[in-house]
Structures are given as C-alpha cells and as structure tokens.
C-alpha cells in the first residue's frame, strides 16, 4: 500500500532564505509519481511540481526544487528565496502508475515565513 | 479555458439531511477524482469515475455516500442523513488520463458543514 509521511507539522523560516519540506514514502511499485501541492488559508489546492520515479534528474520549477532520493524514497521540497506568500500549508503526494488515479497524501506541513 | 469547477463552494446542512456536491471537470477531462479534507488533515481519496462508471471506490465510506458521472453533466458526490463527522472540505480532481504520469487539477473544493 501507498503511504506518505510528511514529519514537520510545522517550519519556520526567515524571508528571502532557503527551506526543505520533507517528504517520505512508501510503495512497492516501480512506476510512481510525486507530487507537491501548496494550500495557501484560501484553501485551494495549487499543484507545484512532479517528479517521475524513473527520472534521473531531480525536478524544477522557478523557485521550486524536488530533491529526490530513491534509495531513501525521500522527495523533500526546496524552496528558494521564500516571500511572506509562501506562508501555506504544503503537502506531499504519491500517486502508482498501477493504482488508477488514486493519489495519497501526507499531512501537511504549514510553513511560516517571517519578515 | 476554464479550470474545474465545484458548487456550491460552500453549503450547510442540518444533521440528516442530504449534502448534493458538483464536480465539473476540465474540459477535454474524462476522469474525475473526489477527496476529503477533515480539518488539520491531508486529503483522502474517496472515488474515482470516468464517464458513467466508476473505477475505484475504496475510499467511499460503505454507508451514505455515493458518486456518479454521467454521460452529460458534472459529477455528484451526494451524501445521504449527513452527520456532523461529515463536516470537511470535499476536492475534486480531474485529468486527461491516469497513472503517474497525468496531473490532476484541483477545484476549488466544498467546504460541508454539517449543523
């Protein structure tokens, strides 16, 4: 079965610097895909980026970095410069190539960033 | 091109009553996935449909609830004698296909609560 595992329920960090979300997971399938979402208070959800499990390059997008270890099934979130409109909550997903359109999600993790 | 649509946004129900929530997905999408949010929480899967069929529904709890896609029209998740345990946020997701590979667009969600 499928499991993700976000253990920061909550991080705090500085504007304009750097901060990783982590992110575990769990599948016993070989085609998978990882995905990060933001849900800002507004309560959408707003899609960041993917990763394939048969990518060799970790994914980017802008500020948005996936740093993906398969050996570790970790795919944390890296972001960048933060601004006061990262403050959000994150969550991590996994969705197996097998499993139809099914995908599971951690818990989230809010983010805080200070001025 | 207009992104998936969820109605009501918001809606409020008395203990027994019946919740009816809308899913209009992308257009060109033929899948449609419904998850819930309780508060503090990630999101669950519940269902997956394509048109007229459902695909997966082991998320659905065995009792209340049910979800259809027709052939015309959005997709409803309706949600028979609510309770107050009922009370979440309810997202639907659609995509052109399915696997790790298809991303899934997010609504805007239904904020249920349940009085």
């Known amino acids: 079965a499928q499991k993700i595992t976000q253990t920061q329920p909550g991080m705090f960090v500085q504007e304009k610097e750097a901060v990783t979300l982590d992110c575990t997971y769990d599948t016993s399938d070989q085609s998978y895909g990882l995905f990060w979402y933001k849900q800002p208070s507004s309560g959408e959800m707003i899609f960041l980026i993917y990763q394939g499990s048969y990518d060799e390059q970790n994914a980017t997008e802008g500020r948005y970095s996936l740093n993906f270890q398969k050996a570790r099934k970790s795919a944390n979130l890296v972001i960048s410069a933060s601004q006061l409109g990262d403050s959000a909550m994150y969550f991590c997903a996994m969705r197996e190539k097998n499993n139809a359109g099914k995908s599971t999600f951690g818990d989230g993790t809010t983010l805080t960033v200070k001025p | 091109n207009a992104g998936v649509m969820q109605n009501p946004r918001h809606l409020v129900r008395r203990r027994g009553q019946e919740a009816r929530l809308r899913c209009s997905p992308m257009?060109?999408?033929?899948?449609v996935y419904w998850y819930r949010q309780l508060p503090e929480e990630g999101l669950k899967f519940m269902v997956y449909?394509?048109?007229?069929?459902?695909?997966?529904e082991s998320g659905m709890p065995k009792e209340r609830f049910s979800a259809e896609f027709p052939k015309e029209g959005p997709s409803i998740l309706r949600i028979q004698q609510v309770v107050r345990g009922d009370s979440a946020a309810y997202f639907c997701?659609?995509?052109?296909?399915?696997?790790?590979?298809?991303?899934?667009?997010f609504g805007p969600g239904t904020r249920l609560t349940v009085t």
């Open positions: 257009k060109g999408h033929s899948h």
């Open positions: 997701a659609s995509s052109e296909g399915t696997g790790g590979f298809y991303e899934q667009y």
């Open positions: 449909l394509q048109k007229e069929n459902i695909i997966d």
